[in-house]
């Protein structure tokens, strides 16, 4: 059986000078034919050699790397079939071709399951794309061929210097190697770094919690901020009813409270486990929604939430 040959081919359409960028693409040739993948990159005519591929560029070492990154990938694929006795065929490449994206990187690759993915709730996404931001901005993992048994430990390193605790950076590896085993499986990585690596899960450190007498201080303090005074009571909401920022953000006490007797109760799916949850609202809460009109007022974002809390304190 024969199988094909690749190597990079610059501005095959002839529109590259020193002043307008060609693109750089992988040929596939198999039997006389060929085939042309693009690879992202676009460098100006004075910027490239056959050999050296991307010279004369301040980014040359990174962009290199990229080109000789997605031809390894496709390589590795050939590889594969050789290995399994498999014929090769514009088709087969094809199909791999769109179902894996080959000229991404690792950190795209992330990024695009991410969103594909139907299994995680839109609040675990944000989890998860906070992971891919980390990510980015170490910046030592960003194509599959960063991922080494060194480059981890490096990434754990910098997680700690961040000041992140223990489970919290267990959870950003067990991140990293959910994608990671993902990429093995769609032949994009071959090998898990994490393989023998251990990190510990660690403990989270116990909240110091409000106390009655605390927690009536910042019910009953008196706040000349609309803004604060607003966050308050949607504290005090929560302290009241237990709720996350989540379910609290999709409250509608017209969908999701029934009353049982002379008792009213939350009957709701808690967004992030979508499990089922009953709240009986308590005098405080139904204060809170009276003085509202039952409909809470909408804070943006979770850290509006909390850091605005910080000068009532002293209130």
Known sequence: MKYPTMRFVFDRKKVATKTHKGLVQIEVLSEGKRKWIGTGVKVYSDQWNDRKKIINSVEMIQLNQCLDEQLRVIQNWINELISKKEVFDFDKLDRFLRYTNKSESFVDFVERRIEERGDITESTKASHRTFAASLREFDRIIYFSDLTKANITLYDDWLHAKGYSQPTIYNYHKRNKRYIHEAIKFDLL????????????????????????????????????????????????????????????????????????????????RLKTEENYFIVLLSPAMEILRKYDYVLPVISGKSSVSCPLKPSDSA
């Not at 999709?250 to 409270?257: C, E």
């Open 190 to 269: 071959k090998n898990d770094p994490y393989k023998g690596e251990r990190f510990s899960r660690g403990k989270h450190a116990i909240r110091k919690y409000l106390t009655a007498e605390e927690l009536k201080k910042v019910k009953d303090a008196q706040i000349d901020s609309q803004t604060i005074c607003r966050v308050r009571d949607l504290f005090i909401f929560q302290a009241y009813t237990g709720i996350s920022y989540a379910d609290l953000a999709k409250f509608n006490f017209k969908r999701d409270v029934q009353k049982r007797g002379n008792k009213y109760a939350i009957l709701d799916i």
